[in-house]
């Protein structure tokens, strides 16, 4: 069975920075791209960032491009999302994806999601 | 970047009815379209990928069509647990992103 718990949310001031993770379970986790997804209190979907299988093609948001940094660690099953310089508009619950396929394309399996919130 | 944009952005019906959603895509982006279903309070799920192929487990009543700009969504017959939002997403290119999402409920 699919697993992806995220971990690392919370409350943080705008300005600092916060590491997410999300442990991967129940499937080979270096065939598949991953992603993470977030959704601020009452509002959509939006895509922030996604890794291929090998770390080979990276992705981001426009939105949070420059400020924050995925990665990978085949090896431990892994998935991180590096958030620095957080403002308050990056308040959102954040899910982590995984793909249907190697490369970034179909968000097949989430998370339950971590909460960030930033304010001061 | 590809714009997607999805309407009715909510819908009431009745228990048993024909729903359709659609969404348009900024540019041609083929097949390269997904559909999620999120329930109140739950993480969203893949119901339908490549604009027409439904993920294993997902009931029949749900289908996707359309490839281009234009791309529809339809539960044939609304059941109560269809209540939720759904969210079209392309994958053509990079940021892959999604729809404004349509809130589906019962009347």
């Known amino acids: 069975e699919v697993q992806l718990v995220e971990s690392g949310g919370g409350l943080v001031q705008p300005g600092r920075s916060l590491r997410l993770s999300c442990a991967a379970s129940g499937f080979t986790f270096d065939d598949y791209a991953m992603h993470w997804v977030r959704q601020a209190p009452g509002k959509g979907l939006e895509w922030v960032s996604g890794i291929s299988w090998n770390s080979g093609s990276i992705g981001y948001a426009d939105s949070v491009k420059g400020r924050f940094t995925i990665s990978r660690d085949n090896a431990k099953n892994s998935l991180y999302l590096q958030m620095n310089s957080l403002r308050a508009e990056d308040t959102a619950l954040y899910y982590c994806a995984k793909d249907l396929a190697a490369t970034v394309t179909t968000l097949a399996y989430w998370g339950q999601g971590t909460l960030v919130t930033v304010s001061s | 970047d590809i714009q997607m944009t999805q309407s009715p952005s909510s819908l009431s019906a009745s228990v048993g009815d024909r729903v359709t959603i659609t969404c348009q895509a900024s540019?041609?982006?083929?097949?390269?379209l997904n559909w999620y279903q999120q329930k109140p309070g739950k993480a969203p799920k893949l119901l339908i990928y490549d604009a027409s192929n439904l993920e294993t487990g997902v009931p029949s009543r749900f289908s996707g069509s359309g490839s281009g700009t234009d791309f529809t969504f339809t539960i044939s017959s609304l059941q109560p647990e269809d209540i939720a939002t759904y969210y079209c997403?392309?994958?053509?290119?990079?940021?892959?992103?999604f729809g404004g999402g349509t809130k589906v409920e019962i009347k």
């Open positions: 540019q041609d982006i083929s097949n390269y």
């Open positions: 997403q392309q994958y053509d290119n990079l940021p892959p992103a």
